[in-house]
Each structure stands twice: as structure tokens, then as C-alpha cells.
């Protein structure tokens, strides 16, 4: 087993309306610290992005964001992370990310949440990568997408293995270990981006 050093983390630039999700990013952020994990994430200041990035670096971690110059208004690009990357666009985003992380965690979000984690997990399905990708399921919130891809694969869209990409994981102390038992090395370069 290789542990993961670097978790990217996909999270909502909004809160939330449940005090759950902003607890659940805050001490994923202290756990992630506290184990030597390095924080990858899209580089806001807002929402659980902020939360998650905060928590990493008051209990010590490290924080590598990533921000489009177009978005680091609108996102409000948080000033204070060990490092933060603007870049051309989002497929520069992403890559770079990607690129830089051992594997991947979604926390509850909205559409661009959603977007990331569905990217990443294709890309393992076309074998771009081979690192692992799961949910932290807060409260259920995942609980309609892992039905789809239930659906997805009886109705013969996703391959079995495929199905498998996604790894539930339930409580916030399992994520570093369950993607830790994940991780294969070397890891593969993204879309021709070496890897750190």
C-alpha cells in the first residue's frame, strides 16, 4: 500500500444549507493535516472550499490551489495557501490538479462538483490515470448518483469494473485510509502533465 501524500479535494463553493457538510470538510481538513496529507483543491476562499483549506492550514498542513485568473473574483481566490496557481482555464484547472494529486474526494457541491468528479473518474475509466477516486457520502448526499450509476450498469452502459471507479466512503476518517489502500505506484501522468 502507498499512502496518499496529496488529496484533491472537489467540494461546493457554497456552504450548504446543512451545518453537516461545513463540519465534515473542516475535519477532513484537521485529519488530512494531521496525517501529513497535502490539500489539492480549486483554490477558493468560499463555501466548503474555504472551509476544507482553512481547517488544512490551521491545524499545519499544506494547500496547493488552482484558479482560473477568470474565476479568482467570482470564487474569491483564498489568499492565504502554501501555494496558489492561477491558470488559463478550467481544462488547465483540472489538469493540473489532477496532476498533482494522489488520488480524489468528492464532498457534497453543485454542478462544477459534480463536473470534476465525473471527469475524473472517465478518465480512469479510458486509463489517462489509475488513481483512486471516491465520495464522502455527508447525510446521503450522494446516495442519487450512486444509484445512476447502479442503473448505468445494469442497463449496460458501465462495464462492472467501471462501476467501480467510485468508492463510497462513508465517515470522514476512513477517506485518507480507503484511498490510501487505493493507491497504486507509480502513478500514470494526466493528460501528458508529469506528476510532482
Not at 444549507?17 to 480549486?42: C, H, I, K, S, W
Not at 485568473?69 to 467570482?74: A, D, P, V
Not at 462538483?113 to 477516486?133: D, M, Y
Request: aromatic residues 6%.
Amino acid at each position: 500500500m502507498t499512502t496518499v501524500r496529496s488529496l484533491c479535494v472537489y467540494c461546493g463553493s457554497k456552504p450548504g444549507n446543512d451545518p453537516r457538510f461545513e463540519a465534515t470538510a473542516a475535519e477532513l481538513g484537521r485529519l488530512m493535516a494531521q496525517a501529513g496529507v497535502r490539500l489539492v483543491y480549486g483554490g477558493g476562499s468560499v463555501g466548503l472550499m474555504g472551509t476544507v483549506a482553512d481547517s488544512v492550514l490551521a491545524h499545519g498542513g499544506e494547500v496547493f490551489g488552482v484558479i482560473p485568473k477568470g474565476l479568482f473574483t467570482t470564487e474569491i481566490g483564498h489568499p492565504g495557501l502554501t501555494e496558489l496557481v492561477e491558470v488559463g482555464s478550467m481544462h488547465e484547472r483540472k489538469a493540473l490538479m489532477a496532476a498533482e494529486a494522489d488520488a480524489f474526494v468528492a464532498l457534497p457541491g453543485g454542478l462544477g462538483t459534480l463536473e470534476e468528479l465525473a471527469e475524473i473518474a472517465t478518465w480512469s475509466q479510458l486509463g489517462i490515470h489509475a488513481k483512486p477516486v471516491g465520495v464522502l457520502d455527508v447525510d446521503g448526499f450522494w446516495e442519487p448518483l450512486l444509484g445512476f450509476l447502479n442503473s448505468a450498469a445494469e442497463a449496460g452502459f458501465i462495464r462492472p469494473q467501471h462501476r467501480d471507479i467510485i468508492v463510497r466512503i462513508a465517515e470522514v476518517e476512513d477517506v485518507i485510509p480507503v484511498l490510501s489502500a487505493k493507491v497504486i505506484a507509480p502513478t500514470t501522468p494526466v493528460l501528458g502533465i508529469e506528476e510532482s
